[in-house]
């Protein structure tokens, strides 16, 4: 009668009949109750039995073992060892943009990129096949495409990114919904009025025409070495196109090249109405957004600022006296694209421990107050090969609902960080968490829980001075006792 | 000087001895004379016969009587193995089975020194010293002994017996504690009464692995003890009773009662007069080496010598040194008027020292006041105005009377005739009982759960009654026929005899009337067993983790959700996932599904419970923040809309508001009814409609069809249509539900990846 009454007990027979991992069937049941029917699915745990692993399912397993363990080396893709992408598809609005924005190709293809151009509204599009994505980056370079060819949507492009994959998206004048829906899904809303463009009165270039102002020598750009380069960006960056906005509930965007303050996103061929909703600083020209999971999104008001023309012409920006021979685009696209593609700023960090000081091993749990050394590896990947990361403000937290301990970790410059605290005084469950979230740089994020109990009975300090009284006091009673005792029962 | 103060120490105790002697004992004498005159007689009748002497005959009937009710007492408490099967019931006895595990695997030491990181997460618990370690220790010395004794039991089964093997044991400590207090036929007859009494079995049935298990027997005990030591003044048995008082301290916090009903007897005793050197010894060796051990229980600690609930006990302690060196000094003083303005000084000093004392004490902090369960006790509104953690348990509800009829059916009015008995013989020993009956009832009437604490007090008292009764009634009749018989052939008992038969002779048909009567008694008696057998097999054997109901067709549908649900936890969740549930379901979810609880049944950390319960009633986002907080893997609801059963989260729901809003105001009762009434329907609150609680209990429910006739999303257990057929949710997605429904568990998803 011992069907069910302790779970534990039967868990250990119950593992070898279901591996986890593979419910292998699945079957409709009809569920009954109370005479009605409920429609169910539940999950029916295949029979035990061990004549199935018999030698032909052995061999092939062998050889999927074989082949899965081949496959990286098969292909460079994507992979945590090598966070560098390799495979990229790029889809247009049409192949002419394959030689008009020929240098940003080049320089893809010169760095080891397999570029693959299809048009957006190819019908044999797909991301993935069998469950395995076919790429590690995707380049929208279609803004006026209404509908993904093949079995892309919004939705796929998403998915994309969320399994870990980069994405960017260019758009213009032209952009289409589906554009917009994908930006807006990524955090960043796009001005709402098709017709309007970023216009800025004091920013613009300095052309042969006085246009309309839209043509715009952009120097606003995020100070960051990480996404940009160490080589400052001199030249302003050519941009026509649309403004966008970071969505306040964001926190994962970033402006890289923002409007200056008198730029405002407006139809330039219409007479203003009313006070253009999109204005200064607000105002981003081209965005990045690192997802939770470290994909990264490059989001660009312009498709013209990726085009050779822009690239390649020189730039002076209105009321400035330099001239400069050559735009800062190329720099800028190209510095972009290798953040984007993990060619620089990706960390990895890992091998969280942690001891006890003059052990060795992990301890299972700690006591209050005792001393413990941690330690954690932080390494970053430099495009070929992962290096040690040196910086010093990685802190370690031990946290309970709230930090106990904060301290700075100091690095060996080979990749170990370390630092030595005494446990607080404090039991409960405490994690070490790491949490590392520098600008440009993959955020990191790692935890790991340890309990902290109390003393043992024992472990309390024997004799403590502060008792004395209390022990001369039973003592002097017990003696006490005994001589008046002797004293009553024989001094009579 | 010490020959002197001893010489008056002795003199001082013959006095008031005597004294006390000569009251308590005018009573036994008539009772006790007879029956020993009758035991001679019938001896000498079956001499001559190879029968057994009557004072054998009375012992062996008597053993087995009391073996059989020892039986009883057991077998009675076994319908729920045999309706269920050898399982743990309800919720606490969870806990209390997990942690016996963890003793009878890791020894005592680990479990001293257990710190438990798998409950109230990440707080962590201190399981060693927040326990009554006694009801696992018993259960793991029985483990032991039989692993000793080559029985190869499971540390389960043991657990589940615990508790009727101790409710047997209580029938001989009941037996033991009625003869102290009447005559072994009462001691007979209360073990007969506690045996089945279902006040006691509602605690005590097979698997109800709890504290009170061990607790009520330890209870007895140590009365009886105490009791035994105040009759015969011996330090032996007072020192037993401070070791029963040390084996109650480590099952129960209901030690608290003992610790303030005895120094309440012993008032009483002072005041009437009744003090004695008996007493003295009695009480002073109770209380201070009771004191002593149980200050060796870590969860007890220094609470004897700090907390306010303990110092009447300290009081009675110094008030008898006080009695006892005014004695001293009355008799070393001849003058009278010097003695009174001794006395008066003396009154006066001690008593200003021991208000400035406690006061001083108290305003100091070193003695706390008293917890908030004691005043509830005291007042039954407290609890309810501030307290809801301790109003929102269901067994600390005030009793209805319904309940009293149903726990003790004719033990109700036996109760009081009990009392008039009692009252007719007053000894300390009664005057025992009927202190310990009317505390304990007051009790019992205040929080349904301490019904069980008045149970053996009412039993005790009832079978006074009835074996007085019964006693009268069968010498009445017996006093008859020998007359008729005997004649005047038996001049031994002629006298007693032809008193008697003057007495019937003023009323006639006393015979008859007798026999009317004892046929009453036997037939109340009958229905008092039968009654105490069906409420045992029908309502107290019930483990409340298998839901048993009956079908369309009359046949029995068992609803083992909560062990698919756990099961299912245990399988298919991360080792270090959190679980987030109400209090109610954290021991279960940390015995069976061995996963890291926020809260559990051991409320002690009202601010935590208070989060949860903040964040059921919060909206999504909200709760949602709360959770990432509380690092909350997976959400656990209980929910009976599909079956019909009523206890569900739902209608705990609105305690959860109470917690939650008693320390975040943020939250607040009237957002969450239409005025002042609770519902779930269209007609409910817009906040109700959204809360989390509301969206896991309803998610998906408007799809279905629950009764024929009903539009779907019908709720069963409140007998309403929902009034949210279309809930989305946003951070978390449904992982699991029960065939039922009853438990529903969700996984909280992480953060959204690209906001």
Not at chain 1, 330 to 343: D, G, N
Not at chain 1, 355 to 364: D, N, Q, R, Y
Not at chain 2, 471 to 487: D, F, I, M, W, Y
Not at chain 2, 509 to 537: D, E, M
Request: glycine fraction near 6%; hydrophobic fraction near 45%.
């Amino acid at each position: 009668n011992e069907q069910l009454a302790i779970p534990q007990l039967r868990q250990s027979s119950y593992r070898h009949e279901t591996p986890p991992t593979n419910p292998s069937r699945r079957c409709l049941h009809l569920g009954y109750f109370g005479g009605k029917r409920l429609h169910k699915i539940s999950w029916s745990a295949p029979k035990p039995s061990p004549l199935t692993r018999s030698a032909p399912m052995a061999k092939l397993a062998i050889f999927f073992t074989l082949t899965l363990s081949l496959l990286p080396f098969l292909s460079h893709s994507f992979s945590p060892d090598t966070p560098t992408d390799r495979r990229i598809l790029v889809l247009l609005d049409d192949f002419s943009l394959k030689s008009s924005h020929s240098i940003f190709f080049t320089s893809l293809k010169s760095r080891g990129f397999d570029l693959d151009f299809k048009l957006a509204d190819d019908p044999k599009l797909s991301l993935q096949r069998y469950g395995q994505y076919l790429y590690d980056g995707l380049i929208l370079f279609a803004p006026s495409v209404e509908r993904f060819g093949g079995a892309l949507d919004v939705a796929a492009v998403l998915d994309f990114v969320d399994s870990g994959h980069d994405l960017i998206v260019a758009a213009d004048t032209t952009a289409s919904d589906l554009i917009k829906s994908v930006a807006t899904e990524c955090g960043v809303d796009f001005d709402e009025d098709p017709s309007a463009m970023v216009i800025d009165h004091q920013g613009y270039a300095v052309s042969d025409v006085d246009g309309d102002h839209t043509l715009i020598a952009a120097d606003e750009l995020i100070r960051s070495d990480v996404i940009l380069g160490k080589t400052k960006i001199e030249a302003p960056v050519l941009f026509k196109g649309i403004a966008h906005s970071l969505n306040a509930a964001n926190t994962l965007a970033l402006k890289v090249l923002s409007g200056s303050p008198s730029a405002y996103s407006a139809n330039p061929s219409a007479k203003l109405s009313s006070p253009p909703s999109l204005t200064g600083s607000a105002i981003s020209l081209v965005s990045v957004v690192q997802a939770r999971n470290n994909a990264r999104i490059m989001i660009s008001g312009s498709l013209d600022l990726f085009s050779n023309r822009y690239m390649k012409s020189s730039v002076q920006k209105a009321g400035s006296p330099s001239k400069y021979e050559k735009s800062g685009n190329e720099q800028f696209v190209t510095e972009v694209s290798k953040w984007l593609f993990h060619e620089r700023g990706h960390l990895k960090a890992g091998n969280l421990r942690h001891l006890k000081v003059g052990e060795t091993g992990e301890p299972a749990m700690y006591r209050i107050k005792d001393d413990l050394e941690f330690y954690v590896d932080i390494f970053e990947w430099s495009g070929n090969s992962w290096e040690p990361y040196v910086a010093d403000d990685v802190q370690v937290q031990f946290y309970m609902m709230s930090p106990y301990v904060l301290k700075t970790l100091s690095t060996d410059k080979k990749g170990l960080y370390h630092t030595s605290f005494k446990v607080p005084d404090v039991y409960g469950v405490f994690q070490f968490k790491v949490e590392y979230q520098k600008l440009g740089y993959t955020s990191l994020s790692l935890s790991k829980q340890i309990p902290v109990r109390p003393f043992r009975h024992n472990e309390y300090e024997r004799f403590i001075p502060t008792a004395f009284p209390y022990y001369g006091a039973s003592f002097t009673t017990m003696a006490g006792f005994f001589i008046f005792s002797v004293v009553y029962l024989y001094n009579k | 000087m010490p020959p002197q103060t001893m010489s008056a120490k002795t003199d001082a105790t013959i006095g008031v001895n005597g004294t006390a002697k000569s009251t308590s004992n005018q009573a036994p004498p008539p009772m006790a004379l007879p029956a020993n005159l009758k035991s001679d007689l019938l001896n000498k009748l079956s001499l001559k016969s190879f029968k057994l002497k009557t004072k054998q005959q009375e012992l062996l009937l008597r053993v087995s009587i009391l073996f059989l009710v020892y039986v009883l007492a057991f077998i009675t408490r076994l319908f729920s193995v045999l309706r269920y099967e050898s399982m743990i019931h309800e919720f606490d006895p969870y806990f209390n089975y997990r942690t016996t595990l963890f003793l009878t695997e890791k020894g005592f030491y680990e479990f001293w020194n257990w710190f438990d990181y798998e409950s109230w997460y990440p707080l962590g618990r201190i399981v060693g010293g927040t326990l009554y370690p006694g009801l696992m220790v018993t259960a793991a010395l029985i483990y032991w002994g039989l692993r000793f004794l080559r029985f190869a039991v499971h540390i389960r089964e043991v657990c589940v017996l615990t508790a009727p093997f101790f409710a047997s044991n209580t029938t001989l400590v009941a037996y033991f504690f009625g003869k102290e207090i009447w005559d072994s036929s009462a001691g007979l007859v209360a073990a007969a009464l506690i045996a089945i009494c279902p006040g006691y079995i509602s605690r005590s049935v097979a698997g109800s692995y709890d504290n009170e298990g061990v607790a009520i027997f330890a209870l007895l005990l140590t009365f009886y003890l105490f009791v035994k030591a105040v009759n015969t003044g011996s330090l032996t048995w007072s020192l037993a009773s401070a070791f029963g008082y040390f084996y109650m301290v480590s099952a129960w916090g209901g030690y608290v009662f003992i610790i303030n009903l005895i120094p309440l007897y012993v008032l009483v005793l002072l005041i009437t007069g009744r003090y004695s050197v008996r007493l003295y010894i009695a009480y002073n060796c109770m209380y201070v080496l009771g004191m002593l051990l149980a200050m060796q229980i870590r969860f007890v600690g220094f609470q004897h010598v700090q907390s306010g609930e303990h110092m009447a006990a300290m009081g009675v302690f110094f008030l008898m040194q006080v009695f006892y060196f005014l004695d001293w000094v009355k008799y070393l003083l001849s003058d009278k008027r010097l003695f009174e303005t001794f006395l008066r000084i003396t009154v006066t000093t001690t008593v200003g020292l021991a208000a400035v004392a406690l006061g001083v004490g108290t305003a100091s902090g070193y003695i706390s006041p008293w917890t908030g369960r004691f005043y509830s006790l005291l007042d039954p509104t407290y609890a309810k105005d501030h307290i809801p953690i301790i109003a929102s348990v269901s067994e600390h509800q005030p009793t209805a009377w319904s309940s009293f009829m149903f726990d003790f059916h004719i033990l109700l009015f036996l109760f009081p005739a009990g009392l008039y008995f009692c009252f007719k013989r007053l000894t300390d020993a009664t005057i025992f009982i009927v202190m310990y009956g009317l505390t304990s009832m007051y009790f019992a009437g205040v929080m349904v759960r301490l019904i069980l604490v008045a149970t053996p007090a009412v039993c005790l008292i009832s079978a006074i009654a009835v074996s007085a009764t019964v006693k009268n009634l069968a010498q009445l009749l017996r006093t008859k026929s020998k007359v008729t018989q005997g004649g005047s052939s038996k001049a031994a008992s002629g006298s007693k005899a032809s008193s008697k038969a003057l007495l019937d002779q003023s009323q006639p048909f006393q015979r008859n009337g007798a026999i009317a009567l004892l046929l009453g008694v036997f037939y109340l008696l009958s229905k008092y067993a039968t009654h105490c057998t069906w409420v045992t097999s029908e309502a107290y054997s019930s483990p409340s983790i298998v839901l048993a109901a009956r079908g369309a067709h009359g046949n029995k549908v068992i609803f083992d959700d909560y062990r698919e649900a756990y099961f299912w936890l245990q399988q298919n969740t991360p080792t270090d996932a959190k679980v987030m549930s109400w209090w109610d379901y954290g021991y279960q979810i940390t015995a069976m599904a061995n996963r890291t609880v926020i809260v559990d049944n051991n409320t002690w950390n009202n601010t935590h419970i208070a989060t949860v319960g903040r964040a059921m009633s919060s909206y999504e986002d909200e709760a949602y923040e709360i959770m990432r907080e509380l690092d909350v893997g997976y959400v656990l609801v209980v929910f009976g809309g599909v079956t019909g059963y009523s206890s569900d989260d739902i209608n705990k729901f609105l305690w959860m508001v109470r917690i939650g809003g008693g320390v975040f105001p943020v939250i607040k009762e009237p957002d969450y009814l239409v005025n002042g009434e609770y519902r779930v329907d269209k007609g409910a609150a817009p906040k109700m409609l959204n809360c989390l609680m509301y969206k896991l209990c309803y998610y998906r429910f408007g799809e279905l069809m629950t009764e024929y006739g009903k539009p779907p999303g019908f709720d069963r257990a409140r007998g309403v249509e929902i009034g949210n057929k279309d809930i989305k949710l946003e951070h978390l997605e449904e992982a699991f539900t029960t065939s039922n429904w009853i438990v529903r568990i969700y996984k909280v998803k992480p953060p959204n990846n690209r906001w």
